[in-house]
């Protein structure tokens, strides 16, 4: 069992930098693929960013690709989403997830595990 606590949310001008952190329970974070994903107001959950379980491989949307960075601190249970060049489109809650495998692709439906969100607002 995984519970994951995202923090870092807020209210930013189109431009701007956010970082997102996800703070994971357990002592079994270092063998879980972690997600970042996101959900606008009458859209479908998508795919923002994943690492694997020692930070040495990274994955991005091709929307986010040069302007997010994901990484982690497995000495810390914790997973970040460095936000930067920010647009009004990114305007989301953010969730964090985790799986043990990622066999079904970086998939809402294929995370085991999922924190309850933060809101980021983008203002032009």
């Known amino acids: 069992q995984v519970q994951l606590v995202e923090s870092g949310g807020g209210l930013v001008q189109a431009g701007g930098s956010l970082r997102l952190s996800c703070a994971a329970s357990?002592?079994?974070?270092?063998?879980?693929?972690m997600g970042w994903f996101r959900q606008a107001p009458g859209k479908e959950r998508e795919f923002v960013a994943g690492?694997?379980?020692?930070?040495?491989?990274?994955y991005y949307a091709d929307s986010v690709k040069g302007r997010f960075t994901i990484s982690r601190d497995n000495a810390k249970n914790t997973v970040y989403l460095q936000m930067n060049s920010l647009k009004p489109e990114d305007t989301a809650a953010y969730y964090c997830?985790?799986?043990?495998?990622?066999?079904?692709?970086?998939?809402?439906?294929?995370?085991?595990?999922w924190g309850k969100g933060t809101l980021v607002t983008v203002s032009s």
């Open positions: 357990g002592r079994t974070f270092s063998t879980y693929y």
């Open positions: 690492i694997n379980w020692s930070g040495g491989s990274t």
């Open positions: 997830a985790a799986d043990r495998t990622v066999v079904a692709g970086w998939t809402p439906s294929g995370m085991d595990y």
